[in-house]
Structure formats: structure tokens, C-alpha cells
């Protein structure tokens, strides 16, 4: 069984730019949700797909977009760079929408300059 | 108010105490309760789970929850100093798409 990737393991940008982070799902598993977790803090959910279509959002503004590929594969896109983006960010898949068993990648840390 | 609450530590043990580690929160339906492991610039791990009040073993992990009191809890026995890490708790709600943390509590097991 293949576990939750992400790539890249590190990046660093810089204020404006766009950057796109990317997802591959467990074996099986049909939902991922990404999760922003800032130094010294909890993660904080992004937004969710399921099946290839968004459900349900977190508190974060438009800028944040995402996408579900067929094979149920992710990306998580972010424009306009803020240096407050600047975070671990963490792709979590699971078998459905029920929350009990999300299971998370390594995650992607981001730097923004 | 943040909906879930955790002290976030250091908490330093001596090798082979017992740990105890806390969360509150303040929505009752939050249905589902997890603890993860999360180790240094690594993602978090999932330990436990549980959606009913009552305690769980797994190994030297209990997780215990009550929901009359909003408070769940992770009991750590015979701590190694490879349980040295950052423990989450999380919860969500039954048709939900979200796990809520804590902030997380730092743990520290010195041999």
C-alpha cells in the first residue's frame, strides 16, 4: 500500500509569486484535504475534494484554489504570495468525506521572502 | 474562543513515566476525536481514534473522552524517549470535511 506523497518537500518564493504544491492520495483512498500549519501552531484546514469537486472550504481566502485529478490526485495552488503563507503545508487523503481517518503526507514547506 | 484548546508544553518526563496529555473543546457536535504524532518537520501520524465517550487502549496509548465535560485526553505508559515528539489533538463532526487541532503539546521522554 502506497502511502500519501507530496512534492516538492521544500520551497522558496518570493512576495507575489505563485506557487502550485502537489498531492498524491493513498492507495484507495477518493478525498484529500489540505491543511496549513504555521510554526508552532495546529494545522488549519484549507478546503477538501471529493470525487474531483470541492467540499467544503476553511477560512482562507480566494487566492487558495485547488484541484482533484481523476486519478485522485491533488494540487493546492496559491497566488499573491504573503510572507504570513510562508508554512507547512499538509495534503491528508481519506476514503470518504467522514473525518475519522484522514491520513497525511510529509508535507510541503514553503518560504516566501 | 478557539474550538479547540490544548496546552501546547514543553512537557519534560523522566523514561518509563506516565504521560498524560489534555484537550478541551467547545462545540458539542464534534462527534470524532483523534490524536495524532507529529515528529520534527515531519506530517502528523495518526495514534488513535474514537467517537464515543469512554477510554480506548492501544499498546501503551489510552485515549479517553468525555463529552458530558467537552474533554478528551491521551494517556502515554512506560514513555520512551522515541515518544518525543508533538502530539495533536483533533476532532470533527459526524458528515463533516474537517479535522480541527489543537495547537499541540510538545513532549519530551529523557532517558
Known amino acids: 500500500e502506497t502511502g500519501v506523497t507530496q512534492s516538492p518537500t521544500h520551497l522558496i518564493k518570493t512576495r507575489g509569486q505563485q506557487v502550485t504544491l502537489r498531492c498524491s492520495s493513498q492507495s484507495g483512498h477518493n478525498t484529500v484535504s489540505w491543511y496549513q500549519q504555521a510554526l508552532g501552531q495546529g494545522p488549519q484546514f484549507i478546503f477538501q475534494?471529493?470525487?474531483?469537486?470541492?467540499?467544503g472550504r476553511g477560512n482562507f481566502p480566494p487566492r487558495f484554489s485547488g484541484l482533484q485529478f481523476p486519478n485522485y490526485s491533488s494540487e493546492l495552488n496559491v497566488n499573491a504570495l504573503e510572507l504570513d503563507d510562508s508554512a507547512l503545508y499538509l495534503c491528508?487523503?481519506?476514503?470518504?468525506?467522514?473525518?475519522?481517518?484522514?491520513?497525511f503526507g510529509p508535507g510541503t514547506r514553503l518560504l516566501v521572502l | 474562543q478557539k474550538e479547540v484548546e490544548q496546552d501546547p508544553g514543553p512537557l519534560s518526563v523522566p523514561e518509563g513515566a506516565i504521560v498524560s496529555l489534555n484537550c478541551t473543546y467547545s462545540n458539542s457536535a464534534f462527534q470524532y476525536f483523534m490524536w495524532y504524532r507529529q515528529y520534527s518537520r515531519k506530517g502528523p501520524e495518526l495514534l488513535m481514534y474514537t467517537y464515543s465517550s469512554g477510554n480506548k487502549e492501544d499498546g501503551r496509548f489510552t485515549a479517553q473522552v468525555d463529552k458530558s465535560s467537552k474533554y478528551i485526553s491521551l494517556f502515554i505508559r512506560d514513555s520512551q524517549p522515541s515518544d518525543s515528539a508533538t502530539y495533536l489533538c483533533a476532532v470533527g463532526m459526524e458528515y463533516g470535511n474537517k479535522l480541527v487541532f489543537g495547537a499541540g503539546t510538545i513532549l519530551r521522554v529523557k532517558s
Open positions: 491528508a487523503s481519506s476514503t470518504g468525506r467522514e473525518p475519522e481517518t484522514q491520513y
Open positions: 475534494y471529493y470525487r474531483e469537486e470541492e467540499n
